[in-house]
């Protein structure tokens, strides 16, 4: 079974420009979840999707940043215009509608984001 | 505020010591799951060992065991008998409102286990 997968693996972008980065989830996971590792920094959510809703959203610096699921299975987060301080690695994960029982949230290898 | 708290951002060890990685938390919800994740140099992030709050037993998975102190809000990772292949980025990491699956997962800043030969 493939694990979540994510695309691009680097990407070097100057300040200003747009980069959408992609997702791909274990097939059938509900769940969906961006997370990021800005330099020096802990690692932060971003925001969480159930299928194709994003149920929370609290974690999305600023309005420069727009995630999408669309028809709950992949799932894209462009940032534009990026700035230098997006600079990091951004991790996806994903998990089962586990309900009320323990779920473990499995991570895509990141995608390293630079912005000069 | 839900907070994890790793106070070691750098350790050493010899390979087949043991070694304890440190994490602290603070929540006001009784009910959370504690986690541990490995980054190597790779850039995953490895799940290795999960506690629940209600768990009566600490959590063990093969050399990871979890020494967990729920009194002192304490999630100890443990791994017997290092090994080379332990160097990496450790992560503790916490999920609050119950078990849900569905809640967000707060880490802390992370620990860098080396192994030494």
């Known amino acids: 079974e493939a694990g979540v997968t994510q695309f691009p693996s680097h990407s070097v972008i100057e300040k200003g420009q747009t980069v959408t980065l992609r997702c791909d989830p274990i097939?059938?996971?509900?769940?969906l979840y961006w997370y990021r590792r800005v330099m020096g920094k802990e690692i932060k959510f971003l925001l969480h999707?159930?299928?194709?809703?994003?149920?929370?959203e609290s974690g999305m610096p600023n309005n420069r940043f727009l995630a999408e699921r669309t028809g709950g299975t992949y799932s894209t987060l462009k940032v534009q215009p990026a700035e230098l301080e997006d600079s990091g690695v951004y991790f996806c994960?994903?998990?089962?509608?586990?309900?009320?029982?323990?779920?473990?949230?499995?991570f895509g290898p990141g995608t390293r984001l630079t912005v000069l | 505020a839900q907070k994890i708290t790793q106070t070691q951002p750098g350790m050493f060890v010899q390979e087949k010591e043991a070694v304890t990685l440190d994490c602290t938390y603070d929540?006001?919800?009784?009910?959370?799951?504690l986690f541990w994740y490995k980054q190597p140099s790779s850039g995953e992030m490895i799940f290795l060992i999960y506690q629940g709050s209600y768990d009566q037993q600490n959590a063990t998975e093969g050399r990871y065991s979890l020494n967990f102190q729920k009194a002192r809000k304490s999630a100890n990772l443990v791994i017997s008998a290092s090994q080379l292949g332990d160097s990496a980025m450790y992560f503790c990491a916490m999920r609050e409102a119950g078990y849900s699956s569905a809640s967000k997962i707060i880490f802390g800043s992370g620990t860098r286990l080396s192994i030494r030969p």
């Open positions: 929540t006001s919800d009784p009910s959370y799951g």
């Open positions: 994960a994903s998990s089962q509608d586990g309900g009320i029982s323990y779920n473990e949230q499995f």
């Open positions: 097939s059938g996971h509900d769940n």
């Open positions: 999707f159930v299928k194709e809703s994003k149920q929370d």
